[in-house]
Structures are given as structure tokens and as C-alpha cells.
């Protein structure tokens, strides 16, 4: 692969155990503007994937899927500037692409069409819808491997920038995790942009369908997941 696309599109390999992530006495998280309409991609690939998923997710999916684009977009540009000093725009694209994309699994329509995990089938979702839509293919498998893998922490090997990206901003939005990684301010702005809608009880109820419908599937092995997002005490305020 071109080592321009792995810079440009987040293949860039990072540890899976989250050494390179600031700690909470090492962060640096200070209060910063952030207006959604400012920061989001407005390229035609996004444009054409924004439709689709509008059409598809409830409002409270969608609202979620773009409050991990801000939250992600924050943590990036405070913490992690080096991802993206190469080729800003095509890695916001990219990573927008992956907030679009990344629950589209998780619809009642979707989750009963395949014996697949979420994940897995979301990605192969992705990828070939991406690539409907016009993306570059190095740039729709980036998108197919974070959400493949956007449930899949843990302490050994790696996982590229674009999916531990959607790990840490996901997990901040549905449990309230490393919350040192983004300012309370920005939280209530986005919140106020984006509103939750009850997500965290929206959300619980979502995997409380996927366990039931696939007891294999790979969200059972996140032991206290469920709990976890449903009894979310850093985003309990502005459900």
C-alpha cells in the first residue's frame, strides 16, 4: 500500500492498549469552540453517505454517530496532532465516514438480514456501499476495519489510528470513558448540537437486542457493556 494512503486514511498501526494516549495527568485538554457545521467534511462522498445513513438511522443513531465525529474530531485536534499534520481533510473524510457508518448494523432490518455480529457486518456494509459511493478503496477498507474492530480492545498487538480513533470516541459517548480526553465545554456544546435523546437507555436496549437475537455474537464478550452504557454517569446529565 502507498504510504501516502496509509497517512491519509488512518492505517497508520498505533498499540491496541492505548500507550500513546495521553493520561489523565498528562493531557492537555483545555475548552475549545466547536461548531459542527465548521468541522464536518462537506466533500460529495460524505454527502452522498450522510443521505444514506439519514434515510436508514432513527434520529437518536444519527445524532450519536455525529456527536463521536465531534468528539473524535477534538480528541485528534488536541492530543494527537501528528495524525494529522500529513493530510487533514482526507483523514476528517475518512474519519467521518467511519462515524456515519460505523452503527449501521444495528438497525432491526440490518441486524436480522445476517447470522453476523454488528461489526463484522457493518464493515462489509461499508465497505461495499463506500465504494458505490465513489471512495477510493484503501480509504472504504480503513472504514470497514474500524468499525469491524470498534469493539475490540484489549492489551496486546496493534489497531490502526482510524480504528482506535472510533474505540476511544464511541466508548466516550456511550460510556463516558477517558473522560480527561475531551473538555467538559466541548461536551456540553456538542450535546447542545446534537442532542442524546435518551441514548444511553437507546443504546442498552440495542445491545440487549443483539445478545438476544445472536447469544454468539461479539458484543457478549465486553463483560459489563451493557451496564456500562446504560448506567453512563459522565453523559447522565444531558440525557
Known sequence: MPKAYVEDFGWTAVPRDRSNVPSKTTAKTVPVQLSFDEIWPTTGLVQRAQE?????????????SLRVYCYGHAMVSLHFQPWIAAAKEKFFETWALTCLFHDLATTPEHRGETHLSFEFHGGLMALERLQSFGAPRPQAESVAEAIIRHQDPGETGTISRMGQLIQMATEFDNMGNQPHLVHEDVIKQVVAQH?????????AKTIDAEVAEKPWCHTTALEGFRQAVAGNKLMEPYD
Open 195 to 203: 442532542p442524546r435523546l435518551k441514548w444511553s437507555s437507546c443504546f
Open 52 to 64: 444514506y445513513v439519514k434515510e436508514v438511522f432513527p434520529q437518536e443513531t444519527y445524532n450519536h
